[in-house]
């Protein structure tokens, strides 16, 4: 079955988003199918940001519609999403140094054995390894040991444990805000090849990305935003890096004067 014949697992219809008189995203559309890599890229002030913040629950939508597997959904904060099967993972990971791959893992959400009611429960922790383990080893992570702490690990492997957390808990769609960010040639491909392996999962992967070598390795579609209207959308198989490059700098393309957004993004905002 093609794409085009299939219901997006995540799809915004009409979305915008206002910070005072900078308006951040103008009408944009946007779709996740499960099983497919979807990279979103974009100019600093793109809106990028403020798109995935929205898919989120961080942000929440001035005007259009969400939907998850075909049905209209509110999401007002980051629980909606995930209680509906959406994980982001950040640049900065939100991994706790100080404790092992175990705990971050499973940070909020910790197992505790079954005791009488009223008694304070102990950790499981035999089987919170177990589990770990079993999920590390499904995604083909190697690392050290699970009882490592995070501070141990490379970048790479860092980026591994954030993204078995997000996908461990039954998750469809995983978003990776520049999963290749500082990382070796080594490690980059490392963390590439966990993306391919979600996308064989059946998972819907959205790739946030500036590096157009990587995007070009894993995404299947390439969805271009400027100046906070999307304005392209590519099939990685028959486009070309220059192509990319035009849609996203605007070679070529001449907005009428009251399409152009002026005005920079609030602060935090599009800084990546």
């Given amino acids: 079955m093609t794409v085009a014949a299939r219901t997006p697992i995540l799809e915004l219809h009409g979305i915008a988003k206002r910070f005072g008189a900078v308006q951040a995203l103008v009408e944009v559309d946007f779709e996740v199918y499960a099983g497919e890599v979807v990279a979103l890229v974009g100019d600093n002030g793109a809106g990028k940001s403020t798109l995935i913040k929205i898919v989120a629950g961080t942000y929440r939508a001035d005007a259009g519609v969400y939907r998850f597997a075909g049905d209209a959904v509110t999401v007002a904060r980051p629980s909606d999403a995930?209680?509906?099967?959406?994980?982001?993972?950040?640049?900065?990971?939100?991994?706790?140094?100080?404790?092992?791959?175990?705990?971050?893992?499973?940070?909020?959400?910790?197992?505790?054995?079954?005791?009488?009611?009223?008694?304070?429960?102990?950790?499981?922790?035999?089987?919170?390894?177990?589990?770990?383990?079993?999920?590390?080893?499904?995604?083909?992570?190697?690392?050290?040991?699970?009882?490592?702490?995070v501070a141990t690990l490379s970048g790479g492997q860092r980026q591994a444990v954030a993204i078995a957390r997000a996908v461990m808990w039954n998750s469809k769609v995983v978003i990776l805000d520049e999963p290749t960010a500082a990382l070796g040639v080594a490690q980059t491909r490392q963390v590439l090849n966990l993306i391919r392996r979600l996308r064989d999962r059946g998972l819907g992967v959205v790739v946030v990305s500036h590096n157009l070598a990587d995007i070009f390795e894993v995404a299947d579609r390439i969805i271009v935003l400027r100046l906070g209207r999307r304005i392209?959308?590519?099939?990685?198989?028959?486009?070309?890096?220059?192509?990319?490059?035009?849609?996203?700098?605007?070679?070529?393309?001449?907005?009428?004067?009251?399409?152009?957004?002026?005005?920079?993004?609030?602060?935090?905002?599009?800084?990546a």
């Avoid at 009611?117 to 040991?145: C, D, F, H, N, T």
């Fill in 232 to 271: 392209a959308t590519f099939d990685r198989h028959t486009t070309t890096p220059e192509a990319v490059v035009g849609a996203i700098t605007g070679a070529g393309l001449e907005l009428p004067d009251d399409r152009r957004l002026t005005g920079a993004a609030p602060d935090g905002e599009e800084t």
């Fill in 82 to 149: 995930t209680h509906l099967g959406i994980e982001t993972v950040y640049q900065d990971l939100a991994l706790c140094d100080n404790l092992d791959v175990v705990a971050n893992l499973f940070l909020g959400r910790e197992q505790v054995d079954a005791l009488l009611p009223g008694i304070v429960r102990p950790l499981s922790e035999v089987e919170m390894e177990r589990r770990a383990v079993e999920v590390l080893s499904s995604l083909g992570v190697r690392i050290p040991s699970v009882r490592s702490p």
